[in-house]
């Protein structure tokens, strides 16, 4: 029976010829060789860009769960590459350990999570997948490798992140930190303000980020500092009851800008104030009910604010109709060959557009400017970049094909997106 695949926002469908979820390394490795192509593997779908897509086989590593060991002195976890980070956090803060950083939610595959780069803030923090010690990964032929920083280095950072087409992440070895509690506080200031001082504000704290609501000319910042407080229970999320309030103020105010900025100064000054200290895996996610469509680019952060301030004056000009908020972060530099963190400290700026609704128009109209400043996208996230834009920014970009002609030669993990992403002929 087919079963019709679709992502997290509804924007990616297909309908493959057959959806596998294989229980062991021994079905996974005889899928690879016989299921039909191209292979793509699936965490949790929730990528905006087409990655899972396909009309061959879809494959799910949900059965590759769980924590396999751990090591208490140094620090590290094992573990099967389809854990949800949610699970993983959980596991691991009950024997002591944490992951440096997480981003805005924790659904995610930890494979998933590594195959895109996926980040959250902190100026000094890399993306999950520099936390990395091994992997073990099934190749175009049906054959296991174990990649490590201690054995191969060079093919571990070439593999990942990998788009899913470097071979499926069966298990994972990561080093972490010690469990910590986190003192967040959230307060506004103008987007004037945020702009003048945004390298003073995005690395003065353990890590920070701001959201920009349309027309508010008010960015609300969020920062997170180690603390030794007492835990308290995380105040509820307020980001359902935001959303609505913005698409309300957009839909009653839209035509009038400062009608609408008095409308939203308002609004948010309820919102803003937040102080509270808790363990690191409750302070990092929030639940994400209103889906939408998402670009993100990552600019040298230097570039932030200029950036910044380009993307709102064309929005504020052309798209009175968009709500969501601008997410602004900040991320370490990192050496994996396809990372879009590749050797610069970065700033990560992401639009968003309400599902259901055609994004194309507002992203494609911003994306020249995060190009002009050197941006490289998120991976999991909408761009419209080919095999020659992303030669011409990863230094790397040939060597990393290579090695991935070495995993899977017969391009078996290669769909028509993949193929124009890495210039591959199919
Ligand atoms: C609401 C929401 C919030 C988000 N917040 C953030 C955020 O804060 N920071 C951020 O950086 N991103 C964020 N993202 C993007 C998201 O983290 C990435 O797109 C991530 O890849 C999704 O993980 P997934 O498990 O759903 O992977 P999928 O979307 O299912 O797959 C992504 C890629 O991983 C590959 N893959 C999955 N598992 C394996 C495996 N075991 N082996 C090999 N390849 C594999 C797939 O083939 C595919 O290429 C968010 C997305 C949403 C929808």
Redesign the pocket.
């Known amino acids: 029976m087919t079963v019709r695949w679709q992502?997290?926002?509804g924007y990616h469908s297909s309908t493959p010829r057959s959806r596998v979820e294989p229980a062991d390394i021994d079905e996974l490795c005889d899928a690879v060789r016989t299921a039909s192509t191209p292979l793509?593997?699936?965490?949790?779908?929730?990528?905006?860009t087409p990655?899972?897509k396909s009309d061959g086989t879809i494959v799910s590593?949900d059965k590759?769960s769980g924590i396999r060991n751990h090591d208490a002195d140094a620090l590290t976890v094992t573990a099967g590459?389809?854990t949800k980070l949610g699970e993983l956090a959980r596991a691991m803060h009950k024997i002591g350990q944490a992951f440096p950083n997480m981003?805005?939610?924790d659904k995610?595959?930890f494979?998933?999570?590594l195959?895109?780069?996926?980040?959250?803030s902190g100026a000094t923090l890399g993306?999950y997948h520099t936390q990395l010690e091994a992997i073990n990964v099934v190749d175009g032929r049906g054959r296991v490798r174990e990649f490590s920083r201690k054995k191969n280095v060079d093919d571990l950072l070439a593999v990942i992140p990998?788009?899913?087409a470097f071979?499926?992440?069966?298990e994972v070895t990561f080093r972490n930190v010690a469990s910590y509690r986190l003192r967040r506080r959230r307060w506004t200031l103008s987007i004037e303000e945020m702009l003048d001082q945004f390298n003073i504000m995005m690395t003065s704290h353990r890590s920070a980020e701001f959201y920009y609501a349309p027309f508010s000319r008010i960015a609300l910042f969020v920062a997170s500092d180690l603390s030794d407080d007492v835990a308290v229970t995380r105040p509820p999320d307020e980001d359902d009851e935001t959303m609505a309030t913005l698409a309300r103020v957009q839909r009653l105010t839209g035509w009038a800008p400062w009608l609408r900025k008095a409308v939203l100064r308002n609004a948010l000054s309820g919102i803003a104030r937040e102080d509270y200290v808790a363990d690191w895996l409750t302070v990092y996610p929030s639940e994400?009910n209103v889906r939408f469509n998402?670009m993100e680019y990552h600019v040298p952060i230097e570039k932030g604010a200029s950036v910044l301030a380009e993307v709102i004056a064309l929005m504020e000009t052309r798209f009175s109709n968009v709500y969501f908020p601008i997410e602004v972060r900040v991320v370490a530099s990192d050496e994996a060959w396809l990372s879009p963190f590749y050797r610069r400290q970065t700033a990560s700026i992401a639009i968003h557009h309400q599902a259901g609704s055609d994004p194309l128009p507002y992203f494609n109209a911003m994306e020249p400017i995060f190009r002009k400043y050197g941006g490289r996208p998120?991976w999991?996230?909408m761009h419209n970049l080919t095999a020659r834009d992303l030669q011409a920014s990863y230094p790397r970009f040939m060597e990393a094909m290579s090695v991935r002609r070495d995993i899977d030669p017969e391009n078996r993990f290669v769909s028509p997106y993949i193929a124009t992403l890495f210039g591959i002929d199919l």
């Open positions: 992502n997290w926002s793509r593997f699936v965490g949790t779908g929730h990528s905006f990655l899972v590593l590759f590459a389809g981003g805005d939610i995610q595959a494979g998933g999570a195959a895109t780069a996926t980040h959250g993306a990998g788009l899913g071979g499926a992440v069966t994400r998402e998120h999991g996230k």
